[in-house]
């Protein structure tokens, strides 16, 4: 059974950094997509960042050259720097890791992890 283990949310006041933690463990199947997602209260989920096994990036607009995503292959753990942190990016945020085996896609997330932005 795959393990996603968030870490790194917390409370931070604007113009401030945090840097969010994923570590997969449990994967059946090769991890083919790593990424974070955030959803804020009476707001869908969105994509956040996401990184590809060739190393392939996709931002958000609203986080495109302020969250770095990076990804650790050894370890299999997804890492998401948040810098320049503004009240708008106050979310819950999750991790997604993307799976293929057997010709199928298979997603599984984190339980979330509480970001807050003060202004």
């Known amino acids: 059974q795959v393990q996603l283990v968030e870490s790194g949310g917390g409370l931070v006041q604007a113009g401030g950094s945090l840097r969010l933690s994923c570590a997969a463990s449990?994967?059946?199947?090769?991890?083919?997509?790593m990424g974070w997602y955030r959803q804020a209260p009476g707001k869908q989920r969105e994509l956040v960042a996401n990184i590809s096994n060739d190393g392939s990036t996709n931002y958000s607009d609203s986080v495109k050259g302020r969250f770095p995503i990076a990804r650790d292959n050894v370890k299999n753990t997804v890492y998401l720097q948040m810098n320049n942190l503004k009240p708008g990016d106050t979310a819950v945020y999750y991790c997604k890791v993307t799976t293929r085996g057997l010709g199928a896609l298979k997603h599984d997330w984190g339980q979330g992890t509480q970001v807050t932005v003060s202004s």
């Open positions: 449990g994967m059946r199947f090769s991890i083919v997509v």
